[in-house]
C-alpha cells in the first residue's frame, strides 16, 4: 500500500464516524490542552521570578553576618559573631575578580520637607549601590564617592518619595529631614516599581556610615559584591572568604552568590513545572483509554470489512498497520486541537489576567505532541492486534 | 490452472470430527465456466474457500498455477488472493463508506499500484460494468444488482486467475439475479475463468460445467 494511500485510507475511515472521532479526538485534545496550559504558567511563574532576580545582575554576591548552620544554636550560646563592618566591604575590593563592592543597612525612617512628611525604606548604601544594583538615576546623581566612613549628607529620593513630598516640583538641591538629620537632595532614581512585594520607589538612599549611626547599629546588613562576569564564582567566592577569614578570624559571614540562587529557584520551578506537566499527563492518559475503546468498538463493528480486506489480499501486517494508523491520526488530530486550545487558553489567561505570568515552552508542547502520539499507538495495539488476527473466513461470515 | 489432488478439511465441532471434505480431485482449467452445486453442508462452500485460499487444507495438494500453494505463509497467501482469485460474495462485502469506485480500487489501493494506472483500469471497469453514473455513490445509495456489479468489477480489478462467486445471486430478486448472472458470464466470454456456488439448478443449467457434490465429496461432473 502506498503512504497517500494509507494515510487516505485512515482518514476516510475517521471521516465516516465524524461525533465519535471528534470526541475521541477530543479526549486526548482536553489532555494535551491541560499539559500546555499548566506548563505554560509554570513556566511562566518560573520566568518571572528569574527575571524578578535577575534586573539586578546576576554577576552579584551577598554577604552577610553571622553564619548559616544547619542546627540552632543552644541557649546560652555565646555569640562569636562579628559584625561586619564598612571597613570589611572595602577590604573586599581587594579580592580577585571583585569589581565593586558596597556596604547596606536597611531601616525605616520619616522624612519630612516643608510640612509633609512620610515614612519610607530608609538604605544606607556606598556610592556604588545603584551601579551594583543596576538602578538608574532620574535626574541628579547617586551619592558622590566620598569616604564611605565620614561622607557628606547627601540623600537620593525613590521616585514615589520624590513625588510625594515635592509634587511637580524639581527637589534637587532642596533639603529635607530624614530620620531627624538634615540631608540635601542631589538625585531622584527612575522608577523601579515592586520587587517581590517591596516597593522600590517608596524609599530614599543615604551614605551608609550615616545610617549606621541613624539606627545606632555596629553592623551593615549585607555587602553586595559585584565580580567580573566572566569569572569562575568558586575563585571568588574563595576569595571573598579569605579576606573576609584574614579580618575575622573565623567564617561567622554567609556567602551567597545571586546565580546559586537563581539555580535553586531555577531546580524548583523546575520540578514545579514538571509536576503539573506530570497532572496534564494524566489527563492524556485517560485519553489514551478513549482511544482504546473506541478502536475496540471499531474493529467489532468492521470485522466484516476486515474479512474483505483479507479476502482481496491485505495481509495480517497491513491490518494492523491500518489500525495503528487510525490510533494515531486520531491522537494527533487530539494534539493538535489540544495545541491549539491549551495555546488559546494561555492567551486568553495573559489577557484576562495580566499579572498572571504565561509562557508557553515549545520544547513542553513538541513533547506533549509526542507524548500523545506514543499514547494513542499503545492505545492502538491491543484492538489493532485483535483485528490483525482475526481469521479472514469467520470475519467475513460475522455479518 | 487449478488442481486438487487428495484435498480432505475436518472441522471440529463440539468434540467431533466433521469431514467437511474427503479426499476431492478436481482440476478447473483456464476459461471454464464452472458451478457447484449441492444441498447446506454437502462442503461446497468449503471447497470455494480452499481454492480461494481462505482456509487451508487438512491434507492434500493444490496448485495454483503451476505452483503448489498448499503450504504457502499467511503473508504470502494474502498476495496470492490478491494476484489471482476474485471474490463475488453473497453480500456484496462493500466498504460501506467508500463509494462505488473507491470500492473497486481497494484491491489495486492494497496492492500499491500506480494512481495513474488505477485511473486506467477503473475507467475501463466502470464502462465495463456500466457504473460511470453510480461512481460515486456509496454502497447504501446503491440497488442490489448495482452492489454485485460493483462487487464483480472489484474482483476483476487485479485481472485475476479465476472468480469465485458464492451464491452471487442469493440475496438478489429473479430479474436482477439473472442479470447479474449475464454480467459473470460476459467475464466467461472474455475469457475468464469463473466458479459458482448456488442452489438455483436454473443457474446451474447455464454453467459448462457443473459438480455435484454431497457429503464433501463430488458425486457428478458433466460437462457441455
Same mark, same amino acid.
Given at each position: 500500500m502506498r503512504y497517500a494511500d494509507f494515510v487516505s485510507f485512515t482518514y476516510a475511515s475517521l471521516r465516516a464516524q465524524r461525533l465519535r472521532t471528534a470526541l475521541t479526538a477530543l479526549g486526548i485534545a482536553v489532555g494535551i490542552a491541560a499539559v500546555i496550559l499548566l506548563t505554560s504558567i509554570g513556566e511562566g511563574l518560573h520566568r518571572f521570578v528569574i527575571a524578578e532576580f535577575t534586573q539586578f545582575g546576576t554577576n552579584i554576591i551577598s554577604v552577610t553576618p553571622g553564619r548559616v548552620q544547619t542546627h540552632g544554636a543552644s541557649l546560652g /550560646? $555565646?555569640?562569636t559573631v562579628r559584625p561586619l563592618s564598612i571597613d570589611d566591604a572595602l577590604a573586599l575590593r581587594r579580592a580577585p575578580y571583585v569589581q565593586l563592592s558596597d556596604p547596606v543597612v536597611q531601616g525605616n525612617a520619616e522624612v519630612v520637607h516643608s510640612g509633609k512628611s512620610r515614612r519610607v525604606t530608609l538604605y544606607g548604601v556606598g556610592p556604588d549601590f545603584a551601579r551594583a544594583l543596576k538602578m538608574r538615576v532620574a535626574s541628579g546623581e547617586f551619592l558622590p564617592p566620598d569616604d564611605p566612613r565620614s561622607a557628606r549628607a547627601f540623600v537620593v529620593l525613590g521616585s514615589k518619595v520624590a513625588r510625594e513630598l515635592f509634587g511637580g516640583d524639581n527637589p534637587l538641591g532642596s533639603r529635607i529631614r530624614a530620620g531627624g538629620e538634615r540631608y540635601r537632595v542631589v538625585g531622584v532614581m527612575q522608577a523601579k516599581g515592586q520587587v517581590l512585594g517591596f516597593d522600590l520607589d517608596d524609599t530614599v538612599y543615604i551614605p551608609v556610615g550615616r545610617a549606621l549611626e541613624m539606627f545606632n547599629r555596629e553592623s551593615l546588613q549585607e555587602i553586595h559584591v559585584v565580580y567580573e *562576569? !566572566? /569569572?569562575p564564582l568558586a575563585e571568588v567566592e574563595a576569595g571573598i572568604k579569605r579576606v573576609l577569614i584574614a579580618r575575622h578570624g573565623a567564617e561567622d559571614f554567609t556567602v551567597t552568590p545571586q546565580q546559586k540562587m537563581l539555580d535553586v529557584f531555577g531546580t524548583v520551578l523546575d520540578a514545579i513545572t514538571f509536576a503539573v506537566a506530570a497532572i496534564g499527563g494524566i489527563s492524556l492518559v485517560v485519553g489514551g483509554v478513549g482511544i482504546l475503546t473506541i478502536l475496540t468498538i471499531g474493529v467489532a463493528e468492521r470485522t466484516s470489512e476486515i474479512g474483505l480486506l483479507r479476502a482481496v489480499g491485505s495481509t495480517r501486517r497491513g491490518i494492523l498497520l491500518l489500525f495503528l494508523g487510525e490510533a494515531a491520526l486520531l491522537a494527533v488530530l487530539g494534539g493538535t486541537a489540544g495545541l491549539l486550545l491549551g495555546w488559546g487558553a494561555a492567551l486568553a489567561l495573559h489577557l484576562v489576567l495580566p499579572a498572571l505570568p504565561v509562557h508557553t515552552p515549545w520544547s513542553y508542547a513538541v513533547l506533549a505532541e509526542l507524548v500523545a502520539l506514543a499514547v494513542g499507538l499503545a492505545a492502538g495495539v491491543l484492538p489493532a492486534r485483535r483485528a490483525a488476527l482475526l481469521d479472514p473466513l469467520e470475519a467475513l461470515r460475522s455479518e | 490452472m487449478i488442481r486438487l489432488t487428495g484435498i480432505a478439511r475436518t472441522f471440529l465441532v463440539g468434540g467431533e470430527e466433521v469431514h467437511a471434505l474427503c479426499a476431492v480431485n478436481l482440476a478447473i482449467t483456464r476459461g471454464e465456466y464452472l458451478s457447484i452445486m449441492g444441498p447446506s453442508g454437502s462442503g461446497k462452500s468449503t471447497l470455494l474457500n480452499i481454492i480461494g485460499l481462505l482456509d487451508r487444507p487438512n491434507a492434500g495438494t493444490y496448485e495454483l498455477d503451476q505452483r503448489d500453494v498448499t503450504a504457502l505463509t499467511d503473508d504470502e497467501l494474502a498476495r496470492v488472493r490478491r494476484e489471482k482469485i476474485g471474490f463475488v460474495f453473497q453480500f456484496f462485502? +462493500? $466498504? *460501506?463508506? +467508500? !463509494?462505488a469506485v473507491q470500492n473497486i480500487e481497494l484491491p489495486m489501493v492494497l496492492a500499491g499500484i500506480d494512481p495513474a494506472e488505477r485511473r486506467q483500469r477503473l475507467a475501463r471497469l466502470l464502462g465495463e460494468y456500466s457504473l460511470e453514473e453510480r461512481a460515486n455513490h456509496r454502497p447504501d445509495q446503491l440497488s442490489g444488482g448495482q452492489c454485485q456489479r460493483v462487487a464483480i468489477a472489484r474482483a476483476m480489478a487485479m485481472g485475476p486467475t479465476v472468480i469465485l462467486a458464492d451464491e452471487p445471486t442469493g440475496n438478489l430478486d429473479r430479474h436482477t439475479g439473472q442479470e447479474v448472472l449475464s454480467v459473470l458470464e460476459r467475464v466467461h466470454h472474455n475469457g475468464g475463468t469463473v466458479v459458482i456456488v448456488t442452489h438455483d439448478p436454473e443457474i446451474g443449467a447455464r454453467s459448462h460445467r457443473r459438480l455435484r457434490m454431497l457429503d464433501g465429496a463430488i458425486v457428478s461432473d458433466e460437462k457441455g
Open positions: /550560646a $555565646v555569640n *562576569p !566572566t /569569572a | 462485502h +462493500l $466498504v *460501506p463508506r +467508500l !463509494t
